[in-house]
T-cell receptor
Framework: SQQGEEDPQALSIQEGENATMNCSYK?????LQWYRQNSGRGLVHLIL?????REKHSGRLRVTLDTSKKSSSLLITASRAADTASYFC???????????FGQGTTLQVKP | DAGVIQSPRHEVTEMGQEVTLRCKPI?????LFWYRQTMMRGLELLIY????????DSGMPEDRFSAKMPNASFSTLKIQPSEPRDSAVYFC????????????FGNGTRLTVT
C-alpha cells in the first residue's frame, strides 16, 4: 500500500492563482520531499523538508510539514502555465529506509 | 552535468522476449534506484544499490526481473521472459550520500509488451 496519499488528485487553476497540494502519510519519517514530473519526463526534485522543520521556502514554492498530523502541503504561488505537471510527495518511513512516493496531484494551469 | 541517462527511451517487444533496460547514473553518485511507474500502481521502487551492491530488491515483482550494477557508471534491469503486465515506464535514479538525499531521475524507458 502507498505510504503517501495526495489530495486533490487533480487541480485546474488560472495563471496567476495559487495552487495548494496536500500529502498525508502513515508512519514516522525522516524527511519529506516534493517532486515534479512533466509529461513524458522523469521526476525532478523540488524541495526537501526535514522532520524537525515546519516550513520551507524555495522561490514560489512553500512547503509545510505537520508531523503531529502526518501531513505536508505544497503551495505554488502566482502559478504559470509552465507549472503544469504532476507533483509527488515522497518520504522515507523510519521503519523501511526506502523512498516511497504518493500517487501524485496533476496540476493544470490555464493561460 | 549530463544527468542520469537511460536507454532505450522506448521499447516495444513481444511477450516472451528478453528485455534489457540500461542506466548510467550521475558521476560520483553512490546510490542507484530502479522504479516502475504505472497508472494503477504509481511509482514503485524495484531495487536499489549502494556502491554497486544491491541493498534491497524486495520490490522486484518476480524472478523474471533481475538487476545488475557491474560498476559505478552502469546498471541494467532485465526482464526475461517479458509479459504484457510488465508494460510500464521504468525509471532509473541516482543520489549522492544516502537514501534520504534527493534523487535525480532519468527520463525513463517506456516498455510495451504485446
Amino acid at each position: 500500500s502507498q505510504q503517501g496519499e495526495e489530495d486533490p488528485q487533480a487541480l485546474s487553476i488560472q495563471e496567476g492563482e495559487n495552487a495548494t497540494m496536500n500529502c498525508s502519510y502513515k508512519t514516522s519519517i525522516n524527511n519529506l520531499q516534493w517532486y515534479r514530473q512533466n509529461s513524458g519526463r522523469g521526476l525532478v526534485h523540488l524541495i526537501l523538508i526535514r522532520s524537525n522543520e515546519r516550513e520551507k521556502h524555495s522561490g514560489r514554492l512553500r512547503v509545510t510539514l505537520d508531523t503531529s498530523k502526518k501531513s505536508s502541503s505544497l503551495l505554488i504561488t502566482a502559478s504559470r502555465a509552465a507549472d503544469t505537471a504532476s507533483y509527488f510527495c515522497a518520504m522515507v518511513p523510519s521503519n523501511t529506509g526506502k523512498l516511497i512516493f504518493g500517487q501524485g496531484t496533476t496540476l493544470q494551469v490555464k493561460p | 552535468d549530463a544527468g542520469v541517462i537511460q536507454s532505450p527511451r522506448h521499447e516495444v517487444t513481444e511477450m516472451g522476449q528478453e528485455v534489457t533496460l540500461r542506466c548510467k547514473p550521475i558521476s560520483g553518485h553512490d546510490y542507484l534506484f530502479w522504479y516502475r511507474q504505472t497508472m494503477m500502481r504509481g511509482l514503485e521502487l524495484l531495487i536499489y544499490f549502494n556502491n554497486n551492491v544491491p541493498i534491497d530488491d524486495s520490490g522486484m515483482p518476480e524472478d523474471r526481473f533481475s538487476a545488475k550494477m557491474p560498476n559505478a557508471s552502469f546498471s541494467t534491469l532485465k526482464i526475461q521472459p517479458s509479459e504484457p503486465r510488465d508494460s510500464a515506464v521504468y525509471f532509473c535514479a541516482s543520489s549522492f550520500s544516502g537514501r534520504l538525499a534527493p534523487l535525480h531521475f532519468g527520463n525513463g524507458t517506456r516498455l510495451t509488451v504485446t
